[in-house]
């Protein structure tokens, strides 16, 4: 279905993205699958399903290893530590039976040279991949660590930016941060340095703000008024709450974003804010809405005495530190996308490269929204991609980058009669992209209830 | 539970006084496994020439042309679930009028033809026999697991507790809704012997 649409509509050279679905991961899952991370550097993406996490290759599309035995009851979410050395992976796991589980693989025979490393070369070289798998598949997982505090089912597990902290957060309505105290990489201990008891139900997701160019200046330099992680949480009470770590080491909510109408299923940062703006949030929901946020940013000028920098904090100089937790940022919702979807939004993602989104959900509709640059995207034309849409959609006027994206591409049944539950962008590695271009191309991946874990080209 | 039960004295419908065409549609239900190999048999398979047939259907429960040669209807979405037992009373959820007949809803209706992957919303609203019943949450737990592991995938189960009868249905409706939530619940032992326990009745 999705080559019928391609020929009957993506004749002209303008015409709008379109999707094509991809042969799955093998060996299929046949269960329901939660969600796939793809790996921060390496070609690899790890799904989430019943007890255990099944690593796949971006490479080959197949197993390359598993992580079971850690979880009593189902992992329903994933993390890739970042900023670690090739041949090392570490993963956290985030289950159902209310604990997180930390796992690592490690290359043994690092002096003979990294299989991850071997196996990113071959792929972009365009080699045959298939000689250097079965050595990674013979190796195993180590459960090296059990977070244990949580009350009840663990929903998201997030890593910030720099790998120093964990989020996690629960259906026992707490977000709770764990920092890396070790001494060294393989050195595992964490200590709990907030749990976060504001919200009013089971907190279904975690997501940290990427580091972005302007966040140094941001962070206020070193004794400023909030450290630079920026920490979000999508909560059951219909809510998004933004969390930040004060002069003092408290960690403080900021903000408290309302407006969606029903459970907020998930959240991510923008990931290439412009300039220096901070990053606005995407928030989807159960209330069928994909939601943008911005903060509201105070001029430069400096109205408050000794202000450090631009800021937008609200300016505390001169501001008691008693009436610190009082000062809340100012968030507003600035766009509502395009109506996709005709039931809960699950999962939607946001594309470092091409600044599309793309949602998903119990509809089993993935679509595709585009935002334009503010530098003119030559290939794309937004007025062409805004006739699909009905009359009732807010649609960007003239590209301005505060008006909606508009709604490029949708594809019903992505998963045949099944739900999806996750989206996400990744980059191409397999013998199906053109040599040239593996390492850069994007493509989608979906996972269903279905156990189907399918890639999707983005033309 | 059984010593303090919420409502010890339930109006109890008979029943044979309940709507059903159990008897003699039981045959081309789901959960038949007969029926389901004599279709094998009998029939061209028509998933040969289907567009998903590279996608695995979770557990085969029926062959899709099931579907479109007799639609499901409101009086077949009632038998799945009208002989679910009562948490607290050995008595069917039709018995007790938890569940009736006009509170099943298909969106669109069976009348219409659709594609096999096109959504159909099921929506059933169920009356818990007393106010503030604290079970209703368990009683629509129950009807949307019957549903969901009776129907074909592409129909989408929604369970609301009927208006004015139930003092907190936004947030049992909610819960309801949730599929994490009710995920999560399956796993949960002891509320999965709960549910075990009412379906046990369901042929």
Known sequence: MASAD?????????????????????????????????????????????????????STLTSHSTLSGGHTRSVRSVAWKPNLSPHKLCLVSGSF??????????????????????????????????????????????????????????????????????ATCSRDKSVWIWEDVGVNEDDDEWETVAVLNEHDGDVKAVAWCPDFSGSDSRSGGPR????????????????????????????????????????????????????????????????????????????????????????????????????????????????????????DVYSAAWSADSARIASTGSDGVIAVYGEEPAAANSETSQDEAAVELDGDVQMGNSGKAKSAPPLYDMENSGHGPFEINHVTWCKRYDMGCAPERRGVEEMLVTTGDDGVVRPWQVS | MDDNKDNANPTILTASELP?????????????????????????????????????????????????????????????????????????????????????????????????NALRR?????????????????????????????????????????????????????QLADKERVAAALENDTLKGVLDKMLETCI
């Open chain 2, 122 to 174: 099921v929506l059933v609203k169920v009356t818990p026999t007393i106010t503030h019943c604290s079970l209703a949450t368990v009683l629509g737990l129950g009807v949307r697991v019957r549903l969901e592991q009776a129907l074909p995938p592409n129909y989408r189960v929604d369970v609301v507790i009927k208006e004015g009868s139930h003092s907190q249905d936004d947030q049992v409706n909610k």
């Open chain 1, 224 to 343: 400023g008024r909030y450290s630079s992680d920026v920490l979000a949480s999508a909560s059951y009470d219909d809510t998004v709450r933004i969390w930040r770590e004060d002069g003092d080491g408290e960690w403080v909510c900021v903000a408290v974003l309302e407006g969606h109408t029903g459970t907020v299923w998930g959240l991510q940062w923008e990931p290439k804010p412009e300039g220096t703006r901070f990053p606005r949030l995407l928030t989807w929901s159960a209330d069928q809405t994909l939601r943008l946020w911005t903060l509201q940013e105070e001029d430069d000028d400096g109205e408050e005495e000794n202000a450090p920098a631009p800021h937008a904090w609200g300016g505390l100089g001169g501001i008691p530190n008693t009436m610190r937790r009082s000062l809340k940022e100012d968030w507003e919702c600035t766009a509502t996308l395009p109506k996709a979807h005709t039931r």
């Open chain 1, 97 to 166: 039976d209310s604990t997180a589980g930390l796992w690592r693989w490690e290359d043994e025979k690092k002096s003979t040279g990294d299989d991850l490393e071997v196996e990113i070369t071959a792929a972009s070289a365009g080699n045959d991949d298939s000689s250097d798998k079965d050595c990674a598949a013979e190796k195993d997982w180590e459960f090296a660590l059990v977070l244990e505090g949580h009350d009840s089912e663990i929903k998201s597990v997030s890593f910030s930016p720099s790998g120093a902290y964990l």
């Open chain 1, 6 to 58: 391609t020929e009957a509509t993506g004749a002209g050279a303008n015409s709008a993205v379109k999707l094509t679905a991809l042969t799955p991961f093998k060996p299929e899952l046949y269960d329901r699958a939660w969600q796939s991370i793809p790996h921060p550097t390496l070609p690899l993406i790890a799904t989430a399903h019943e007890k255990s996490t099944t690593v796949f290759s971006l």
């Open chain 2, 20 to 116: 059903t065409r159990q008897i003699k549609k039981k045959k081309t239900l789901a959960s038949d496994a007969d029926a389901k190999f004599a279709d094998a048999v009998s029939r061209r398979p028509l998933f040969l020439s289907d567009p998903f047939c590279d996608v695995s259907w979770s557990d085969g429960t029926e062959s899709e042309d099931d579907f479109v040669e007799e639609p499901i209807d409101e009086q077949e979405i009632y038998d799945l679930i009208s002989n679910i037992t009562d948490p607290e009373h050995p008595i069917s959820l039709g018995q007790l009028a938890v569940v009736n007949l006009p509170d099943v809803e298909i969106t669109p209706p069976p009348s219409t033809p659709c594609d096999p």
